[in-house]
Structure formats: structure tokens, C-alpha cells
């Protein structure tokens, strides 16, 4: 009896043996139809419960670099774009030869070819800067100029505000991100999302939020959104979307004026106020063509404003207190001084 029991014993024990390896074959497809179709994907189940989904890294590719490996004519747009951007640039300034290198662990050519972008694109940026705004308002603060002035140079400044815009997110999100991204051997590529619709072609601003910079909207989701969700505003969308649009807009605005050597909350009104009430839009209208209208009139007011504010910490009057003048716009008043 004893010999029978020990006997079914190992028979079942050898049963379940033998299905261990479909059972890991099965998962293994299972990952990697998964990983497939859903490529993108960004987030995963929290274990606790009620908790928002946690952060996710796969490696991945940008998604320019899939589509210039997949669809021929937007590599073709994109070499028309470079060359184009090249014969402008040697037409300006005189071009510097470079070198890469290779090695086994990391692919130098890939580094090397980022960072050269990065620099064509801070010229560009530059001979925006020279070229397009400069000229237009160095006059301000001194020479009165007509309320029509300003008004029609914020729409103009819409065309070169726009082009800083494009390229500046290329020079980040795409060429610097991924220099950095091959040097460190950094897998996760995804700088920047196409969920069912690439950024650039969102019809939301709920959307756009969530896809043109994936690294700083992780970070905010991760050390903001879910706290403020999860323990501060337990449930509430609302105030914990809205602390998420406060701190990002405190800490671009905390950049710019760190940078510009001068207090002038532009963005920050603009994003954590008007950019916050965008998402509701939405509900009312949704459009690609509204999305870039808003764009380029945005970056319009943004450029203007601080490119006003700068010539006239350069030819106005400061005001006589010291705190004032640094946190008080100068180019408000600074045409009183022409008025008789």
C-alpha cells in the first residue's frame, strides 16, 4: 500500500513537471504579444488598492526614430528639412568638422550625430533670436511707440515664436535626450508619446499634456499627481491636476527668470492659468488646427512679452527700490516717459 501511495506520489509529481515548460512558453508569448501591441504603453497596475498605476520603462525607441526607420517619405521630409537647414546655415556661418567614434557598448556615431544636432539647433535658435525678434523690438523704451505697434508685432512675433517652439522641442526631447539617453545606456527612449495620436497631431491639450514631454510629465505624476491624489486631496482630479500645473508653471517660470535676470510671470499665467483651463476645451471643441492656432498666438504673446520686458531693463528707467524693480515690469511704464 505504502509502494502504491509513494508511486501516484512521483507520477503526479512528474505530471506537474512536465507542464512547467508550456506554462513558461505560454507567459513568454504572452509578454511579447503584448509588448507589441501595446508599445507605448507607459504605466502599470498598482499592487495597492485604489492606488493610481505606477511608472513603467521598456526599451523602446523615440518615435521619430520608428518612423523614419518605417515610412520612407517622412525621412525624405525630414533629410529636405536638414538640407535645407544646412545650406541656410553655411550661408550664415562656417561649418565645423567633426569626428565621431565607436565602441562596443556604446554607439558613438548615435552620440555624436545628437550632439551635432544639438549645436545646428542652438545656432538656428540664435539666428532666430538675431534675425527675427532683435531688430523688431530693440526700439522699445526708446522711442514711444502706438498700442498698434505692440499688437502687431505679438501676431508677427507668432511665426518666429512658433519656430523657436519646434525646434527647441527637438533640440530637448529628441537630440539632447537621446545623446544623453546612448551615453548613459539608457533603454527607455520614449521622450515623448504617441498613444493613439502623436503630440503634434493631438486635438486636446488633455492630450498634448500627456505626450509631448513624457520625462517631466512622469515626474509629476509620480511625486505630485498621486500624492496630492492619494494622500492630500484624496479623489479629487481637479486640485491634484491643478497642484501639477502650479508646480510645473512655478518651475519654468523659476527658470526663465533665473535666466533673463528679471521677474516677469508670462509663462506662469499663461500655463498654470490659461494652459490649466485648456483641458477643459475638449469638452467643447477639438480641433488640430485650433491646437497650432493656439500655439503659435501663445508663443506670439510669450516672445513679445519677454523680449519687451528685456529691452526695457536695457533703456528704461529701474525703479528706485530695489525689490520693486525686481519683481515689477518696467516695459508697463516705461512709455510714460515719452507721453508730455
Excluded at 241 to 249: E, G, H, M, N
Amino acid at each position: 500500500m505504502r509502494e502504491d501511495d509513494l508511486g501516484q506520489v512521483n507520477d503526479r509529481i512528474n505530471d506537474m513537471i512536465s507542464e512547467i515548460p508550456p506554462g513558461i512558453e505560454t507567459s513568454l508569448l504572452k509578454r511579447r504579444l503584448s509588448s507589441n501591441t501595446d508599445k507605448y504603453r507607459d504605466k502599470r497596475h498598482s499592487s495597492k488598492e485604489g492606488a493610481l498605476p505606477d511608472k513603467e520603462f521598456l526599451a523602446r525607441n523615440s518615435i521619430l526614430d520608428d518612423l523614419f526607420a518605417q515610412i520612407t517619405h517622412i525621412r525624405t521630409v525630414y533629410n529636405l528639412f536638414m538640407v535645407t537647414f544646412l545650406l541656410f546655415f553655411l550661408s550664415t556661418a562656417a561649418s565645423d568638422i567633426m569626428e565621431s567614434g565607436t565602441t562596443d557598448t556604446i554607439r558613438w556615431r548615435v552620440v555624436i550625430k545628437n550632439l551635432i544636432e544639438v549645436g545646428l539647433v542652438i545656432f538656428y535658435l540664435a539666428f532666430i533670436l538675431e534675425r527675427l525678434v532683435g531688430p523688431t523690438f530693440e526700439i522699445f523704451g526708446t522711442q514711444y511707440v502706438e498700442p498698434k505697434w505692440v499688437l502687431k508685432n505679438v501676431i508677427e512675433a507668432s511665426i518666429p515664436g512658433i519656430l523657436f517652439f519646434i525646434s527647441g522641442n527637438y533640440l530637448l526631447l529628441h537630440a539632447w535626450m537621446n545623446a544623453w539617453a546612448e551615453m548613459l545606456q539608457f533603454a527607455d527612449r520614449l521622450f515623448y508619446k504617441a498613444s493613439l495620436i502623436d503630440w503634434w497631431n493631438s486635438t486636446t491639450y488633455r492630450t498634448y499634456y500627456r505626450t509631448w514631454n513624457v520625462v517631466v510629465h512622469d515626474w509629476l505624476y509620480t511625486y505630485i499627481y498621486k500624492d496630492m491624489y492619494e494622500i492630500v486631496v484624496p479623489r479629487n482630479k481637479m486640485l491634484a491636476t491643478l497642484a501639477v500645473f502650479l508646480v510645473s508653471a512655478a518651475f519654468h517660470e523659476y527658470v526663465l527668470a533665473f535666466a533673463f535676470r528679471f521677474f516677469y510671470p508670462v509663462m506662469f499665467v499663461m500655463f498654470g492659468g490659461f494652459g490649466f483651463c485648456f483641458i477643459f476645451i475638449g469638452k467643447l471643441a477639438t480641433s488640430n488646427v485650433l491646437m497650432w492656432f493656439s500655439f503659435c498666438l501663445g508663443n506670439g504673446i510669450m516672445f513679445s512679452s519677454y523680449t519687451m520686458e528685456y529691452y526695457a531693463r536695457l533703456n528704461c528707467p529701474s525703479y528706485s527700490n530695489y525689490y520693486l524693480d525686481l519683481l515689477a515690469p518696467r516695459s508697463w511704464v516705461c512709455q510714460t516717459q515719452f507721453v508730455a
